[in-house]
């Protein structure tokens, strides 16, 4: 597939904030990222399936479009779903339709603003931890979920272990490709902060076009987010989620 590239029309470089970054590339190709709806809600739905064991006020920070917010809905939660992107609120609203799901384009750190009682679980699911601006957005994140779980609630996140970085061509990581798209990050070492550039060649009538994107995620240490959230008064565990991910389970 790669060698139909010779044919590239178009090459345009972007250097961007999280936010700018979902807008322009990802966010309208984040659902066929993730395989489709129907794949997407089976990962998700076994992703807080260890956590759909009782209903009641959910809060999911970084939303997207829903792929843990829907099944929860489905489980008997009633959501609150909370995203910067435009795009993917209005996808999640889309594919919610019928349930309990209230989706919210906003700062995930301002959460609180918008929920009527406290949370009996809180997700932060994907790699959105790493797209804090910083570790004392991390620090203000894990006091403001202590303070907002209610008795017995739980928090539950999954993040990317970036203190080792693959070296050489092993930066170069596919995500997905098909007969009109390809997607490939290559990660690049800046200290406290790995940059990620995602590079996304799509077909375009009989031409190809490449987008270049980059944005900085934080390098965080399982251990130093469970001390967070364990400063801030949770009972934390870590372990090994799915997709390669870290999973923090953090209890009141």
């Not at 489980?75 to 779903?81: H, I, L, M, N, Q």
Request: glycine share 8%; with cysteine.
């Amino acid at each position: 597939m790669l060698g139909s590239l010779e044919h590239s029309s178009h090459t345009e470089m972007i250097v961007n904030s999280v936010k700018a970054h979902y807008d322009d590339v990802l966010a309208p190709v984040y659902l066929w990222m993730s395989g489709g709806l129907e794949n997407a809600l089976i990962s998700g739905a076994e992703d807080v399936s260890e956590v759909s064991d009782r209903a009641g006020l959910a809060v999911d920070l970084g939303a997207g479009f829903g792929m843990h917010s829907i099944p929860l809905a489905r489980s008997g939660y009633r959501v609150f779903a909370i995203d910067s992107s435009i795009h993917l609120i209005e996808q999640l609203r889309s594919f919610a339709k019928g349930l309990s799901v209230n989706a919210i384009v906003g700062d995930l750190l301002n959460f609180r603003d918008h929920i009527d009682r406290p949370a009996d679980l809180i997700l932060c699911m994907g790699d959105t931890l790493t797209h804090l601006p910083g570790l004392g957005a991390l620090e203000m994140l894990s006091t403001t979920v202590a303070s907002s779980l209610a008795p017995n609630g739980r928090f539950l996140a999954t993040f990317r272990d970036y203190t080792r970085l693959p070296t050489a061509e092993k930066r170069f990581i596919p995500v997905r490709s098909d007969a009109d798209r390809i997607h490939t990050c290559f990660l690049e070492d800046q200290g406290d902060t790995v940059r990620v550039h995602d590079i996304l060649h799509q077909k375009e009538a009989n031409n190809w076009s490449m987008r270049v994107s980059s944005y900085s995620k934080l390098r965080l240490a399982p251990e130093a987010v469970a001390e967070r959230f364990s400063k801030a008064g949770l009972n934390v565990s870590v372990s090994t989620g799915n997709r390669g991910m870290v999973k923090l389970i953090a209890r009141t």
